[in-house]
């Protein structure tokens, strides 16, 4: 094979190793183009990162590379060279050559992504006996070694193997055996790490950067995550809505004078090792306006500096529960969903709750909010047992506790109108008189910061963080006290959930709420809670204050999800090729 | 930024007026790309659904859909007005035998074995065929839905009775039971109506408790279970209208089987002996297929168009009310 | 897990499941045969032409027909127990031997079609599936839904006309050529020919379902992720459609397939009767003519059974297909 790395002055230089390069590609579906006039370039041995919020375009663009674009979409111009072969002119049969065996991808969801009913080593076994000359035992060998390579413990038993039972992460090193078995050129990741848990997200990136070197190819990256691309790409292009904004050398991500967009989105990640909290200052918020002759302004509204005092911790707790079990019964076995869980929450106080999945968190919040039964425990909420209410007790008692929940496009009844969303609860709980109805929506959608005329709008006419701001203004209006918040900005992009959480910091000193915030996010837990709960396996393994529990962590778990945020992507940790050309010049 | 640059851009909302912002409040939102999906998944990203017009110009955009609701028009007007149009009773002899079509201008599709008018027969024999059609149609619905809903909403064992009661009935033959039905019961419009309904609201319940399953997973019952909605109202105002879609389609394809079965138990003789029917028309002309097969081509050929027409609705609901196939088409 | 481990799980899990269904279906029928007007003593005085009071209640007496509800029921359970499913007066011998006799004419008629609508539903429904929403795609789905649309007894009769009447090349009516001595090859030809008419009008609905459902399965599948991976392998579109989507959409496809068993018995009743077909579905129809309910409940509660028998099957055939059925 090649030499490993090649040196910085090859890697400048445009004509020997250039690997790709894209020229004007435009992309139209009907009358829309989503991605337009876009080009870059990417060298052998370099990583170069797409980066973009959904709608961006860099998914489609990806696919354009391999001509796998659904039926009804056209590119009307634009050219993709590779190593001097111009890929849109080739016929369909010699594009099935390129791919897997010039141009390999991986896709963004594990689970879906495998052939379910073939055994793994078969379908790695699939693309060598397409691409190269091999017998069935050549090739399952191979298929071993690739497994191999890829870090899967046991290989030769594994090989066999059918992908429902392999983990997650597991079946993602499985697509990139596949992806890498023909030794390709280039190597297309389409949001690999999006669905997995973080422990598991900078395995994975290692594995693709060491592949990289190892095999010499170019990797394409193309991912929303601003921490992942600082560390682990060479080169950024920044996309949105279709239009490529920026293209810039990693190292230059963080400085001053960059587009606007892209410092917006930078200042808006929140990132671990920057010890921001919401006590100090707001987040950056990313603002684009549309002009009518259809370009864009772009701005940042800058973090405003906060000093909001710690909550006021009264003698009786807000909530307080204790030894709480949940278990779910299935045929064979019972699955302790949560496990003797205790915790309390002082009037004031947001209560971060973090957990990969499995964790139990989730159970725990809709455990709390009486919507799933708990075997066992109290739950004491305003100092009354609320644990075995019936449902016609429990009413009045829901006034008090709501909940946000995470999917945007799943949380909003699609055949009812955001009135009729908003008011169903305050009929439901007695306000009869219409005009005092109209008079609460209003207030709430100013809470909001949303428009009241849009009240009349159905669910589908809203974007994501719409949506979810309408899913805060039903958990508000019946003035709630506590409100719990299940990952409601992990389904929305860098640049809404600052937004969305600035929103929620001001509601609460606002209306004086309280919150319990559930997330698998640490940097996000880490800037809105004042205490912070780590849960593993159904089970509370630390517990601390915002502070002490970053810095100190007291067990190895929580290190370890602090280490892997860091490792994925979270630490502004210079990335190694970056620093070289710094030094030298 | 200041707030003309909202109408400026925001076609959307052109001609609104944005409400007067309160002194204590904060500046208005800048509301920008309101069409535009942010979410992060794919998964979330889902197709969005439409408010009712849409559906409706979908589906009357798509010319089969369009011929089959035509067609089906004029069967019901023809039905409602048989007895206007053929006062005489369409079993009363009326001619000379055997007439072939087209040979008599006042008998335009012939006559039968009995100088019985074939048109009149295919005119009044609609009438029975929509009555079963629609009203067993209804009575299963009505019966399917009660217990899909039941079982899907409430689970438990509830769900498990009621399933085993709808698998019992959907293992016996649907034709031989509903043979066995009419035999028992003595033939009649009734009888053959009940026992079409019998036969197919195990279907409309498996469908049923499927959608509830679904939809009371999702995150929106949830939410009206967390402020405090009780069961009805959120059957009724959450769940029940989210399950519509496929239900209205197979409506439509039961109508269509229903005409089906109708038709077939009239052939066997087994249809409403009062009553003239396509079936019946058919089976009376059996014997004669080998001079007189006009007689089993017309009424057949009437069965198959409505029935034709039923499905090409049915499809056309289908495309409309699950955008996902339809985008196959485009 | 070897594939037979799991397939052995499925079929213990079947079989326990189905033991209430059976039972109910049994209780079922029972009713229905009280429900039934007359009853075995009526229709033995129908055919020996007249009987006095005494005689029936003799009979009555004799056939245990006066009994309590339960007992009945117990009895006919009883009977159930050793095979028995009655006895006919009309035909003078027992239902089952009754229905032993018509059943492999049934069984022959079904296979055939069934094998006919599968091979050739599968066959247009993957056709149409590649070719989604373009023309052949189309003009077959207006073919599918026009088989869709036409009653059984019809094609049947239609088909009479063209192949028997007009053209003569096929036969109108029975099961073999009467009379003849046909041994070997040219006797299997000769019952062919007299199976290939019934055989397609039992089909010809059943073919338009099987491929609307093989066409939706299809593209349902063709959506999914893994197909867009077969893809950027480099694999070809009939690589893809064979191997990835075929093989996936086999699964749903089955678990549909599986619920149409009963249908087509329920068409194997009018089409038997069009054809003078010998089998099960005749033998209703006689059953119901003459108003004989103990064989027509006879034969509900035998293909009651053999729907069953196939669905057990369709659950083997889907264990084997989906290595994700059966664990644990």
């Given at each position: 094979?090649?030499a490993i790395t090649p040196?910085?002055?090859?890697?400048?230089?445009?004509g020997?190793?250039?690997?790709?390069?894209?020229q004007?590609l435009?992309?139209?579906?009907?009358s829309?183009d989503?991605?337009?006039?876009?080009?870059?370039?990417?060298?052998?041995?370099?990583?170069?990162?797409?980066?973009g919020?959904?709608?961006s375009?860099?998914?489609?663009?990806?696919l354009?590379?391999?001509?796998?674009?659904?039926?009804?979409?056209?590119?009307?111009n634009g050219?993709?060279?590779?190593?001097?072969?111009d890929?849109l002119?080739?016929s369909e049969?010699?594009?099935?050559?390129v791919?897997g065996?010039?141009?390999?991808?991986i896709?963004?969801?594990p689970?879906t992504s495998?052939?379910?009913?073939?055994?793994?080593?078969?379908?790695?076994?699939?693309?060598?006996?397409?691409?190269?000359?091999?017998?069935r035992?050549?090739?399952?060998?191979r298929?071993?070694?690739?497994l191999?390579?890829?870090?899967i413990?046991?290989?030769?038993?594994?090989?066999?193997?059918?992908?429902?039972q392999?983990?997650?992460?597991?079946?993602?090193?499985?697509m990139?055996?596949?992806?890498?078995?023909?030794?390709p050129k280039?190597l297309?990741?389409?949001?690999?790490t999006t669905?997995?848990?973080?422990?598991i997200q900078?395995?994975i990136l290692?594995?693709?950067d060491e592949l990289?070197?190892?095999?010499s190819?170019?990797l394409?990256l193309?991912?929303?995550?601003?921490?992942?691309?600082?560390?682990w790409?060479?080169?950024?292009?920044v996309m949105y809505h279709?239009?490529k904004?920026?293209e810039?050398d990693?190292g230059?991500?963080?400085?001053?004078?960059r587009?606007p967009y892209?410092?917006?989105?930078?200042?808006?990640s929140?990132?671990l090792?920057?010890e921001v909290?919401?006590t100090?200052?707001?987040?950056?918020e990313?603002k684009?306006?549309?002009n009518?002759?259809g370009?864009?302004?772009y701005?940042?509204?800058?973090?405003?500096?906060r000093?909001?005092?710690?909550?006021?911790?009264?003698?009786?707790?807000?909530l307080?529960?204790?030894?709480l079990s949940?278990?779910?019964?299935t045929?064979?076995?019972?699955?302790k969903?949560?496990d003797?869980?205790s915790?309390?929450?002082?009037?004031?106080?947001t209560?971060?709750?973090v957990g990969e999945?499995?964790?139990?968190?989730s159970?725990?919040?809709?455990?709390?909010?009486?919507?799933v039964k708990a075997?066992?425990?109290?739950i004491?909420f305003?100092?009354?047992?609320?644990?075995?209410?019936?449902?016609?007790?429990?009413?009045?008692?829901?006034?008090?506790?709501?909940?946000?929940?995470?999917?945007?496009?799943?949380s909003?009844n699609?055949?009812?109108s955001?009135?009729?969303?908003?008011?169903?609860?305050?009929?439901v709980?007695g306000?009869?008189d219409?005009?005092e109805?109209r008079?609460?929506?209003n207030?709430t959608f100013?809470?909001?910061?949303l428009?009241?005329?849009?009240?009349?709008?159905y669910?589908h006419?809203?974007s994501?963080?719409?949506?979810?701001?309408?899913?805060?203004?039903?958990?508000?209006i019946?003035?709630?006290?506590l409100?719990?918040?299940?990952?409601?900005?992990?389904a929305?992009d860098?640049s809404i959930?600052?937004?969305i959480?600035?929103l929620l910091v001001?509601?609460?000193?606002t209306?004086?709420?309280?919150?319990l915030f559930?997330?698998?996010?640490?940097?996000?837990?880490?800037?809105?809670?004042?205490?912070v709960?780590?849960?593993k396996?159904?089970?509370?393994?630390?517990?601390s204050?915002?502070k002490?529990?970053?810095r100190?962590?007291?067990?190895?778990?929580t290190?370890?999800?602090?280490?892997?945020?860091?490792?994925?992507?979270?630490?502004?940790?210079?990335?190694p090729r970056?620093e070289?050309?710094?030094v030298?010049? | 930024?200041?707030t003309?640059?909202?109408?400026?851009?925001d076609?959307?909302?052109?001609g609104?007026?944005?409400?007067p912002?309160k002194?204590?409040?904060?500046a208005?939102?800048e509301w920008?790309?309101?069409r535009?999906?942010?979410?992060?998944?794919?998964?979330t990203?889902?197709?969005?659904?439409p408010?009712?017009?849409r559906?409706?110009?979908v589906f009357?955009r798509?010319?089969?859909?369009?011929?089959?609701?035509?067609?089906?028009?004029?069967?019901?007007v023809?039905?409602?007005?048989?007895?206007?149009v053929?006062p005489?009773?369409?079993l009363g002899?009326?001619t000379?035998?055997f007439?072939?079509?087209?040979?008599d201008?006042a008998?335009?599709?012939?006559?039968?074995?009995m100088?019985r008018?074939?048109?009149?027969?295919i005119?009044?024999?609609?009438?029975?065929?929509l009555?079963v059609?629609?009203?067993?149609?209804?009575?299963?619905?009505s019966?399917?839905?009660l217990?899909?809903?039941?079982?899907g909403?409430?689970?438990?064992?509830?769900?498990?009775?009621?399933m085993?009661v709808?698998?019992i009935?959907?293992?016996?033959p649907?034709f031989?039971?509903?043979?066995?039905l009419v035999?028992?019961?003595?033939?009649?419009a009734i009888?053959?109506?009940?026992?079409?309904?019998?036969?197919?609201?195990p279907?409309?319940a498996?469908?049923?408790?499927?959608?509830?399953?679904a939809?009371r997973?999702?995150?929106?019952v949830?939410?009206?279970?967390?402020l405090g909605?009780?069961d009805?109202?959120?059957?009724?105002?959450?769940?029940l209208?989210?399950?519509?879609?496929?239900?209205?389609?197979?409506?439509?394809?039961?109508?269509?089987?229903?005409?089906?079965?109708e038709?077939?138990?009239?052939?066997m003789?087994?249809g409403d002996p009062?009553?003239?029917?396509?079936?019946s028309?058919?089976?009376?002309?059996?014997?004669?297929?080998?001079?007189?097969?006009y007689l089993?081509l017309?009424?057949?050929?009437a069965?198959?168009f409505t029935v034709l027409?039923?499905?090409l609705i049915?499809?056309g609901?289908?495309d409309a009310?699950?955008?996902?196939?339809?985008e196959?088409?485009? | 897990?070897?594939?037979?481990?799991?397939i052995?799980?499925t079929?213990?899990?079947?079989?326990l499941?189905?033991?209430?269904?059976?039972?109910?279906?049994?209780?079922?029928?029972?009713?229905?045969?009280?429900?039934a007007p007359?009853?075995?003593?009526?229709?033995m005085?129908g055919?020996?032409?007249?009987?006095t009071e005494e005689t029936?209640?003799?009979?009555?007496?004799?056939?245990?027909?006066?009994?309590?509800l339960?007992?009945?029921?117990?009895?006919y359970?009883?009977?159930?127990a050793?095979?028995?499913?009655?006895?006919?007066?009309r035909?003078?011998?027992p239902?089952?031997?009754?229905?032993?006799?018509r059943?492999?004419?049934?069984?022959t008629l079904?296979a055939?079609?069934?094998?006919?609508?599968?091979l050739?539903?599968?066959?247009l429904?993957?056709?149409?599936?590649?070719?989604?929403g373009?023309?052949?795609?189309r003009?077959?789905?207006i073919l599918?839904?026009?088989?869709?649309s036409?009653?059984?007894?019809w094609?049947?009769?239609?088909?009479?006309?063209?192949?028997?009447?007009?053209l003569?090349?096929?036969?109108?009516g029975?099961?073999?050529?009467?009379?003849s001595?046909l041994?070997?090859?040219a006797?299997i030809?000769?019952?062919?020919?007299?199976?290939v008419?019934?055989?397609?009008?039992?089909?010809l609905?059943?073919v338009?379902?099987y491929a609307?459902?093989?066409?939706?399965?299809?593209?349902?599948?063709r959506?999914q992720?893994?197909v867009?991976?077969?893809?950027a392998?480099?694999?070809?579109?009939?690589?893809?459609?064979l191997r990835?989507?075929?093989?996936?959409?086999?699964?749903?496809?089955t678990?549909m397939?599986?619920?149409h068993?009963?249908?087509?018995?329920?068409?194997?009743?009018?089409?038997e009767?069009?054809?003078?077909w010998p089998?099960?579905?005749?033998?209703?129809?006689?059953?119901?003519?003459?108003?004989?309910?103990?064989?027509?409940?006879?034969?509900?509660l035998?293909?009651?059974?053999?729907v069953?028998?196939?669905?057990?099957i369709v659950?083997?055939?889907q264990?084997?297909?989906?290595?994700?059925i059966g664990?644990h």
């Amino acid at each position: 094979m090649n030499a490993i790395t090649p040196t910085l002055a090859q890697s400048r230089d445009t004509g020997t190793s250039r690997l790709l390069e894209v020229q004007d590609l435009t992309i139209r579906f009907g009358s829309a183009d989503p991605v337009k006039r876009l080009s870059f370039h990417i060298d052998r041995g370099e990583t170069l990162a797409v980066v973009g919020e959904s709608g961006s375009g860099k998914s489609l663009s990806a696919l354009a590379l391999m001509r796998l674009l659904p039926r009804n979409a056209r590119i009307p111009n634009g050219r993709i060279t590779f190593e001097g072969t111009d890929l849109l002119g080739l016929s369909e049969r010699d594009m099935r050559r390129v791919r897997g065996r010039d141009i390999a991808m991986i896709f963004q969801e594990p689970m879906t992504s495998l052939n379910p009913v073939t055994t793994i080593g078969n379908q790695i076994v699939e693309v060598l006996r397409l691409h190269e000359k091999l017998s069935r035992k050549q090739a399952r060998a191979r298929a071993i070694e690739l497994l191999d390579l890829v870090k899967i413990p046991d290989p030769s038993k594994r090989v066999d193997d059918f992908p429902h039972q392999l983990s997650g992460g597991q079946r993602q090193r499985v697509m990139i055996a596949m992806a890498v078995a023909c030794k390709p050129k280039l190597l297309i990741a389409d949001e690999p790490t999006t669905a997995l848990d973080a422990t598991i997200q900078a395995q994975i990136l290692e594995l693709l950067d060491e592949l990289r070197t190892k095999l010499s190819m170019g990797l394409l990256l193309i991912t929303h995550d601003l921490g992942l691309v600082s560390r682990w790409s060479d080169r950024v292009v920044v996309m949105y809505h279709g239009d490529k904004l920026e293209e810039l050398d990693t190292g230059e991500l963080f400085e001053p004078g960059r587009h606007p967009y892209t410092s917006g989105l930078t200042q808006a990640s929140i990132r671990l090792d920057e010890e921001v909290h919401y006590t100090a200052r707001s987040l950056a918020e990313v603002k684009v306006v549309r002009n009518p002759d259809g370009t864009n302004i772009y701005d940042v509204k800058q973090p405003v500096a906060r000093i909001l005092a710690p909550p006021v911790s009264e003698t009786e707790p807000l909530l307080a529960v204790r030894d709480l079990s949940v278990v779910y019964e299935t045929r064979n076995r019972a699955n302790k969903a949560l496990d003797n869980v205790s915790l309390t929450l002082a009037k004031g106080e947001t209560l971060g709750i973090v957990g990969e999945s499995g964790s139990g968190k989730s159970t725990l919040s809709k455990a709390i909010m009486r919507l799933v039964k708990a075997q066992q425990g109290s739950i004491v909420f305003q100092g009354r047992d609320i644990t075995a209410l019936s449902p016609g007790q429990l009413q009045p008692v829901r006034r008090d506790l709501q909940m946000i929940f995470q999917d945007p496009f799943g949380s909003l009844n699609p055949r009812k109108s955001i009135r009729d969303i908003l008011e169903a609860p305050l009929i439901v709980h007695g306000i009869r008189d219409a005009d005092e109805r109209r008079r609460r929506v209003n207030e709430t959608f100013d809470h909001v910061r949303l428009p009241s005329f849009v009240a009349d709008r159905y669910p589908h006419e809203f974007s994501g963080g719409q949506r979810q701001r309408i899913g805060i203004a039903r958990a508000l209006i019946l003035r709630p006290s506590l409100v719990i918040c299940d990952e409601p900005v992990s389904a929305l992009d860098v640049s809404i959930q600052a937004q969305i959480l600035n929103l929620l910091v001001e509601l609460k000193s606002t209306l004086g709420l309280s919150y319990l915030f559930i997330s698998h996010d640490l940097a996000v837990v880490q800037y809105i809670s004042d205490r912070v709960i780590v849960m593993k396996d159904a089970r509370i393994v630390e517990e601390s204050d915002h502070k002490t529990i970053w810095r100190s962590p007291k067990t190895d778990y929580t290190r370890a999800l602090i280490a892997a945020a860091n490792d994925k992507g979270g630490a502004r940790v210079a990335h190694p090729r970056a620093e070289l050309e710094r030094v030298t010049g | 930024m200041s707030t003309t640059e909202i109408g400026a851009h925001d076609t959307a909302f052109a001609g609104a007026v944005p409400a007067p912002s309160k002194p204590e409040t904060p500046a208005k939102p800048e509301w920008h790309n309101l069409r535009a999906p942010d979410a992060r998944t794919t998964l979330t990203a889902a197709v969005a659904v439409p408010a009712g017009r849409r559906e409706l110009r979908v589906f009357l955009r798509n010319p089969n859909a369009l011929f089959g609701l035509v067609f089906l028009g004029i069967m019901v007007v023809l039905a409602v007005i048989a007895p206007l149009v053929f006062p005489a009773d369409p079993l009363g002899m009326v001619t000379k035998p055997f007439l072939w079509p087209g040979q008599d201008a006042a008998y335009p599709l012939g006559s039968d074995s009995m100088g019985r008018d074939v048109l009149a027969g295919i005119v009044h024999g609609s009438r029975i065929s929509l009555f079963v059609g629609l009203a067993a149609t209804l009575l299963g619905l009505s019966a399917g839905v009660l217990v899909g809903a039941t079982a899907g909403y409430f689970g438990g064992w509830v769900d498990d009775v009621l399933m085993r009661v709808v698998e019992i009935f959907q293992t016996l033959p649907n034709f031989v039971l509903l043979v066995v039905l009419v035999a028992i019961l003595q033939p009649s419009a009734i009888t053959v109506t009940v026992a079409i309904a019998i036969v197919s609201w195990p279907m409309v319940a498996r469908l049923t408790r499927a959608e509830f399953r679904a939809i009371r997973e999702k995150d929106y019952v949830m939410a009206a279970r967390s402020l405090g909605f009780g069961d009805a109202r959120i059957i009724f105002k959450e769940v029940l209208p989210n399950a519509l879609p496929p239900l209205i389609v197979t409506s439509s394809v039961m109508v269509a089987s229903a005409i089906l079965m109708e038709s077939a138990l009239s052939f066997m003789g087994l249809g409403d002996p009062n009553v003239v029917s396509w079936g019946s028309m058919i089976g009376n002309g059996r014997e004669l297929i080998r001079t007189a097969w006009y007689l089993t081509l017309l009424p057949g050929l009437a069965i198959v168009f409505t029935v034709l027409a039923l499905n090409l609705i049915g499809d056309g609901l289908n495309d409309a009310l699950n955008p996902r196939f339809s985008e196959e088409r485009a | 897990m070897s594939a037979l481990l799991r397939i052995a799980r499925t079929l213990r899990r079947t079989l326990l499941h189905a033991i209430p269904t059976v039972l109910g279906i049994i209780i079922i029928n029972f009713f229905l045969l009280q429900l039934a007007p007359g009853d075995a003593a009526d229709v033995m005085a129908g055919e020996a032409g007249s009987a006095t009071e005494e005689t029936m209640a003799a009979l009555r007496a004799r056939f245990g027909l006066d009994n309590p509800l339960l007992v009945q029921l117990f009895d006919y359970l009883n009977n159930l127990a050793h095979f028995s499913l009655g006895f006919s007066p009309r035909y003078g011998m027992p239902v089952m031997d009754l229905i032993g006799q018509r059943l492999p004419g049934t069984l022959t008629l079904m296979a055939m079609a069934l094998a006919i609508a599968i091979l050739i539903g599968l066959a247009l429904g993957s056709i149409m599936s590649f070719f989604a929403g373009r023309l052949p795609d189309r003009l077959l789905s207006i073919l599918a839904l026009l088989f869709y649309s036409v009653p059984g007894f019809w094609t049947g009769l239609m088909l009479i006309v063209l192949f028997s009447v007009t053209l003569g090349w096929l036969p109108s009516g029975g099961a073999g050529t009467i009379g003849s001595s046909l041994t070997g090859w040219a006797a299997i030809v000769d019952k062919a020919r007299y199976m290939v008419l019934p055989a397609t009008s039992l089909a010809l609905f059943y073919v338009a379902i099987y491929a609307r459902l093989t066409r939706a399965a299809m593209l349902e599948v063709r959506s999914q992720d893994f197909v867009r991976t077969a893809y950027a392998k480099g694999l070809s579109p009939v690589s893809v459609t064979l191997r990835h989507i075929l093989r996936n959409a086999l699964i749903p496809i089955t678990t549909m397939a599986g619920m149409h068993i009963g249908g087509m018995l329920g068409g194997a009743v009018v089409v038997e009767t069009v054809y003078s077909w010998p089998g099960l579905g005749r033998l209703a129809f006689e059953a119901v003519m003459g108003r004989d309910y103990t064989v027509l409940l006879g034969i509900l509660l035998l293909s009651s059974l053999l729907v069953i028998f196939a669905n057990a099957i369709v659950d083997l055939l889907q264990t084997w297909l989906d290595p994700r059925i059966g664990e644990h």
